[in-house]
Structures are given as structure tokens and as C-alpha cells.
């Protein structure tokens, strides 16, 4: 419980990042009609940050590096919604970027983390 109290910033930027795929869901799906990839990236968007989450109280090693890979996973899907949506023209160069921008950065502190409870394992 006390590592929930304290700033970590996975934790703080994967969930920005889910404030700001909501926020696109509703663009898309009240701005621009886009009812189908708007389904798509909130649902990816959003489930790294719930899976950091459910990393975080994980009951061992191999419990979270599960819920970390699958929270990388999710960011990796979440890149493709991003590239799809901007070549398809529904979303503009500057929304595209700045996402895309936040999702990567997501993807790479998730995948130190990953990295890091691999070798722990296999030092184990």
C-alpha cells in the first residue's frame, strides 16, 4: 500500500495518458463521427494504465512482469490506433504527434521495467 502512496512516474504517465485517450475518444466519437477506431484505441489506451496498476500489486515476480508485458503489449496496439488514425486523416499531424510522442514514452519506461523483472528472474 505505501508504494501506491508515493509518486511513481509509470504510474502517473501511463494514467495521463488514459486522461488523454478519453479525451480522444470523445473527440472522435462526438467531433468527427468515429465510432469504430474510437472503441479501439480507448479501449488499448486506457489498459496500460490499468495494467501498470495491476503490476504494481502484483502477488510475485512473475505475476507482474505478466501485467508489465501485457501493459506493453497494449502501448505497442495503442501506436498502430495512433498511425492508422492519422493516415486515414482522422486525426491532425499535431495530435498524431504529441499522442504518439506520450505513447512511446509509456512504452519505453514500461519496457525498462520489463527488462528489469526479466533479469531479476532469471537471476533467481
Known sequence: MAEQLQSNPLIDKSFALAVRMVNLYKYLAEGQKEFVLSKQILRCGTSIGANVQEAIGAQSDKDFLSKI????????????????????????????????????????????????????????
Open 69 to 124: 508485458s501485457i501493459a506493453y503489449k497494449e502501448g505497442l496496439e495503442t501506436l498502430y490506433w495512433l498511425k492508422l488514425l492519422h493516415a486515414a486523416n482522422i486525426i491532425t499531424v499535431e495530435q498524431f504527434q504529441s499522442l504518439y510522442r506520450d505513447t512511446e514514452e509509456v512504452c519505453k519506461i514500461v519496457a525498462s521495467s520489463q527488462k528489469t523483472m526479466k533479469k531479476r528472474i532469471a537471476q533467481n
